[in-house]
């Protein structure tokens, strides 16, 4: 049989075309529907979370926050990877990105990119040796830089030891979105808002870290939550409220206010300031001279305290938790929650026979429980009663007239000792001092509080002898199986 010298080609050159061609068509379509996936998860985009451990929700005021933000804002994590909070810190930093997508996020890691972090530290002056683990966030030139260890709450937990006891920063809580939220406010408001706490008639001092008096705690919230700067302020002599006054704090008074102080204050409100006034059980039969400028706005401070025995912690009755909210933007968020106010005054709406049209609105926030009973050295047997225990008061220009701060809103409490350092940390006291003074200062977008979020840890004890069964088992059992599997099929195919 004869052999041809040249052999025919296995395909036509057409046929060559053809296969090519098809080709290149399949690959045009696979790019084509790859594009327009991607073109359509832009619009259309949905993240399933499989499990609720790994889901992160942003808050409801995180949330309406974010979506009124117009601003472009660079957030640049300058951290090690290897740190354990970091999968934490860039998944909460993913999610603001991805409900406002102006929020651009770059990771710098320190340890592993140089040229990197001298890029950094140059830019923002980064000159010390804790300059590390930082988040910055940066509108328009105004940086604001949140450094790692302030995101976490530690307490030391002892690990067992077989020697020496040992101890580890174990993290309890999260303020993760509480410091974002706040530094994406200060960025994109260059000139923060102005809180002044009246001083010299025995009110808390602000600036105090005195565990039952002192308001410093209330004070940093006001500064990192709300971007409020808080100064003391004394009326004495020529002293007047200032005029970048934006919100005037008086908490617990317990002496007497001369009356040209009392006229400032009053002038205060007449063009429009904003007050939050908080009374307690040591001012009561020692008359300060606000209730009688609280009365022309419609509110009556009580001069005795209210025991609420059915709605108290203790056994001794000192304090109500208060479970009782009417519907007002102050309390609504507190709806299921509590707050605790220790032997508070009764505050309530003033019962007037004729109530002008241009009235002050007065709204009752809270009240305890029917059975409360009003103490008084002069009635033995004091009548069970309900009784309000804080107001709300907005009184709006007339029309036409213009005044120099704006609407009248005021918020009046019968106790002062709950948002003193140790009690403001009870139940929902921070929430709600957070939703009074962003509603005097008519921050609607944060008429919620944000608070720490809980870690939860899931631990694995085992003996030592089972964490080496544990350790063969992985190690050693499970390679060895496959290899032997491995084995065994290709002993079986050279047979």
């Known amino acids: 049989m004869a052999i041809d010298s040249q052999l025919k080609p296995s395909f036509s050159p057409g046929r060559k075309w053809s296969i090519g061609f098809n080709v290149f068509l399949i690959i045009a379509v696979v790019f084509s529907v790859v594009g327009m996936i991607n073109y359509l998860s832009r619009d259309y985009f949905y993240r399933f979370q499989w499990s609720s451990r790994e889901k992160i929700e942003l808050s409801p005021l995180t949330m309406k926050f974010l979506q009124s933000l117009t601003n472009?804002?660079?957030?640049?994590?300058?951290?090690?990877?290897?740190?354990?909070i970091y999968t934490t810190v860039i998944g909460l930093l993913n999610e603001y990105k991805f409900v406002n997508p102006k929020i651009s996020v770059e990771t710098v890691d320190y340890l592993r990119d140089p040229a990197g972090a001298?890029?950094?530290?140059?830019?923002?002056?980064?000159?010390?040796?804790?300059?590390?683990?930082?988040?910055?966030?940066?509108?328009?030139?105004?940086p604001n830089i949140?450094?790692?260890?302030?995101?976490?709450?530690?307490?030391?937990?002892?690990?067992?030891?077989?020697?020496?006891?040992?101890f580890r920063r174990k993290p309890t809580a999260f303020f993760g979105e509480t410091l974002f939220t706040a530094a994406l406010l200060k960025v994109t408001n260059p000139k923060p808002l102005n809180a002044y706490a009246l001083q010299g008639h025995g009110e808390h001092p602000i600036d105090s870290g005195d565990g039952d008096y002192g308001?410093?705690?209330?004070?940093?919230?006001?500064?990192s939550e709300n971007y409020i700067r808080v100064e003391p302020l004394s009326l004495v002599g020529t002293n007047a409220v200032p005029a970048d006054c934006?919100?005037?704090?008086?908490?617990?008074?317990?002496?007497?206010?001369?009356?040209?102080?009392?006229?400032?204050?009053?002038?205060?409100?007449?063009?429009?300031?904003?007050?939050?006034?908080?009374?307690?059980?040591?001012?009561?039969?020692?008359?300060?001279?606000?209730?009688?400028?609280?009365?022309?706005?419609?509110?009556?401070?009580?001069?005795?305290?209210?025991?609420?025995?059915?709605?108290?912690?203790t056994s001794q009755g000192a304090d109500i938790v208060v479970t009782d909210f009417s519907s007002h933007s102050i309390v609504n968020p507190l709806l299921?929650?509590?707050?605790?106010?220790?032997?508070?005054?009764?505050?309530?709406?003033?019962?007037?026979?004729?109530?002008?049209?241009?009235?002050?609105?007065?709204?009752?926030?809270?009240?305890?429980?029917?059975?409360?009973?009003?103490?008084?050295?002069?009635?033995?047997?004091?009548?069970?009663?309900?009784?309000?225990?804080?107001?709300?008061?907005?009184?709006?220009?007339?029309?036409?007239?213009?005044?120099?701060?704006?609407?009248?809103?005021?918020?009046?409490?019968?106790?002062?000792?709950?948002?003193?350092?140790?009690?403001i940390q009870s139940v929902a006291n921070r929430d709600f001092a957070?939703?009074?003074?962003?509603?005097?200062?008519?921050?609607?977008?944060?008429?919620?509080?944000?608070?720490?979020?809980?870690?939860?840890?899931?631990?694995?004890?085992m003996t030592r002898k089972q964490l080496q069964q544990a350790e063969w088992l992985l190690l050693a059992a499970l390679p060895g199986s496959i290899l032997l599997l491995g084995i065994l099929v290709w002993l079986r195919r050279r047979r």
């Open 215 to 223: 308001y410093l705690k209330f004070a940093l919230m006001l500064r």
């Open 246 to 313: 934006n919100l005037l704090i008086i908490a617990g008074p317990r002496s007497a206010f001369p009356d040209a102080e009392l006229d400032k204050i009053d002038q205060y409100l007449a063009q429009g300031g904003r007050l939050l006034v908080l009374f307690n059980a040591y001012s009561i039969r020692k008359e300060t001279g606000l209730t009688n400028i609280l009365a022309k706005w419609g509110v009556e401070v009580g001069d005795k305290i209210i025991k609420d025995m059915q709605n108290a912690s």
């Open 336 to 423: 299921g929650s509590q707050i605790d106010l220790i032997r508070p005054r009764s505050i309530g709406k003033l019962n007037s026979p004729t109530t002008a049209a241009d009235a002050p609105k007065v709204e009752e926030l809270a009240y305890s429980g029917p059975n409360a009973i009003a103490l008084s050295t002069g009635d033995p047997n004091p009548q069970p009663h309900k009784f309000p225990l804080m107001v709300a008061v907005e009184k709006s220009a007339p029309k036409g007239v213009i005044t120099e701060r704006g609407s009248t809103r005021i918020v009046v409490v019968g106790d002062s000792i709950f948002l003193a350092n140790v009690p």
């Open 72 to 84: 472009q804002v660079k957030v640049t994590l300058y951290y090690d990877k290897s740190e354990s």
């Open 146 to 166: 949140i450094p790692g260890d302030a995101l976490s709450k530690y307490i030391l937990e002892q690990v067992p030891s077989e020697k020496e006891p040992r």
């Open 434 to 461: 957070g939703y009074a003074v962003n509603w005097l200062l008519e921050r609607t977008q944060l008429l919620e509080a944000l608070g720490p979020r809980p870690i939860i840890e899931y631990k694995l004890v």
């Open 118 to 142: 001298q890029k950094i530290k140059d830019e923002y002056k980064l000159a010390a040796a804790t300059d590390k683990n930082l988040i910055i966030f940066e509108c328009e030139g105004r």
